[in-house]
Structures are given as C-alpha cells and as structure tokens.
C-alpha cells in the first residue's frame, strides 16, 4: 500500500492546493460545485486503470478477470466525464455532492486496485 499513497498523495497535494485557494478566495458553495472535483476524480481512476494494465501484464492471471476490472474502471471514467459536463451545464449544491462522492468512490477504487496488484503478486 505505500505504492498506492505515495501515488495518490502526488494526486491530491495539488488538488488541495487549488481547493484551499478557492476557500479563501471564494463561497463555499462555490468549492462545492466546482469541476476540480470531477477532474481529480477522473484522475485518480485513470492513474487506477494504468497500474492495472502494467502490474498485470505478462502474469499468468485470468484474463476475464483482468477484462472486468478494466470493464468498470473504463465505466468510472465515463461517469467521470458525465458528471463533469453536468457541473459545467448545472453548477447547484447536488452536483456538488454528487462530486464528491464519485470523489470517494475513485479513491476507493484507486486503493482496491492496488491491493488486487499487490495479491496478484502474491500469486
């Protein structure tokens, strides 16, 4: 798991930059609903989606498997996308929300994946 922080820490040191900055410079609601959200979202799913392809590949894993995991980390970062052009169309306190839970649903994400990288080397 120290792979797994030492990646995401170099995520989310600027995205709390920018949150920070935008606290003292704006509303709350403002931070809120902004789209940094869903691009550190997006982010953190791709990073994902690469270390799954590279801590996979030439080992003897079921590829069906491996097809499923790629299957809906692709999918996270469609939602990604649609979530970002909803905020753009639709900047309200529920979009907001949404933000930040598929925030927290990427991060989790990001962590299941390692610790699957890490098992897959086990084996």
């Not at 940094?36 to 994902?48: C, E, G, H, L, V």
């Not at 929300?97 to 927290?104: E, G």
């Not at 649903?105 to 897959?120: H, T, V």
């Amino acid at each position: 798991m120290k792979r797994f922080w030492a990646n995401y820490i170099f995520i989310l040191i600027p995205f709390l930059v920018l949150i920070i900055t935008k606290l003292v410079m704006s509303k709350f609601e403002e931070v809120l609903t902004s789209t940094d959200w869903s691009m550190a979202s997006f982010m953190i799913i791709a990073q994902s989606l690469g270390t799954l392809i590279i801590g996979t590949h030439k080992k003897g894993i079921n590829i069906n498997g491996l097809l499923i995991f790629i299957g809906i980390t692709i999918m996270l970062l469609i939602v990604c996308l649609g979530v970002y052009a909803y905020v753009l169309t639709r900047s309200d306190v529920i979009s907001g929300y949404i933000q930040i839970v598929l925030f927290i649903i990427s991060s989790i994400w990001m962590a299941a994946i390692y610790k699957a990288e890490e098992y897959i080397k086990v084996l």
